[in-house]
């Protein structure tokens, strides 16, 4: 029965990702009384605290050690040696070059990782508040500030932060991008889908598991 009322929903014209909703599940889990953006704020200082605890205390591993050698190179030195010996794409590790300005030890190489997850906790909120509503969005941002995978890779001098920031961004765009068919909305999403393909080879998977959801919600908006 549930099943039939979502094809109906999803069926009918005008359909947004706004209105997507599985019957029968609870939009949110409850967080009466939560003030906007407090609750966010807390969420976000949580998962920042977790992603900076500890994060000096292991010595750089052969793939953040790698990661931190290349980006000491010159811009263009740096470049030849990512085609010729590194199957991942150049933006991290333009990206670290620059922030080694600061400086290059454990924990300064790792900090950019963390702040860059800490943004996908606010992108997983927006992206949350987008399709459904403020508690909806309060809770994804919590459980990705919690995920242990996630804090896992917020730790690394490597590249899968800005991946996670960059499909989440991408998503966000073109749910909006959906919804309001405006001009700042699509380039947001060419912009943050170029720049999750530039920062992990993995990221085709995902762009194309959005692209999928956005035609599938195209036809619906169209009726087909």
């Known amino acids: 029965m549930a099943q039939q009322t979502l094809q109906r929903e999803i069926s009918r014209p005008g359909w947004t990702a706004r209105r997507w909703a599985i019957p029968g599940l609870p939009k949110a889990l409850p967080l009466p009384g939560v003030r906007p953006w407090v609750g966010l704020a807390a969420i976000f200082s949580l998962g920042i605290a977790l992603r900076l605890f500890r994060l000096g205390d292991q010595s750089l591993w052969l793939d953040e050690a790698f990661s931190v ?69 309060l809770t994804a941002a919590l459980i990705l500030a919690l995920s242990p995978f996630h804090i896992w890779y917020a730790q690394e001098a490597r590249m899968y932060a800005l991946l996670s920031l960059g499909v989440l961004a991408s998503a966000y765009f073109l749910v909006r991008a959906l919804q309001t068919n405006h001009v700042k909305h699509w380039t947001g999403f060419v912009f943050t889908t170029t720049l999750a393909l530039y920062s992990d080879t993995g990221a085709i998977w995902y762009v194309a598991a959005i692209t999928l959801f956005g035609l599938l919600s195209w036809r619906s908006q169209k009726g087909g």
């Open 69 to 137: 050698t290349l980006s000491r190179k010159p811009v263009l030195e740096m470049l030849r040696l990512i085609v010729l010996s590194d199957s991942h794409p150049p933006l991290y590790y333009l990206l670290l070059h620059f922030w080694m300005i600061l400086g290059d030890s454990e924990v300064l190489v790792r900090l950019l990782s963390a702040l860059l997850s800490g943004a996908s906790i606010l992108t997983m909120y927006a992206l949350g508040r987008a399709m459904y509503s403020h508690s909806v969005g």
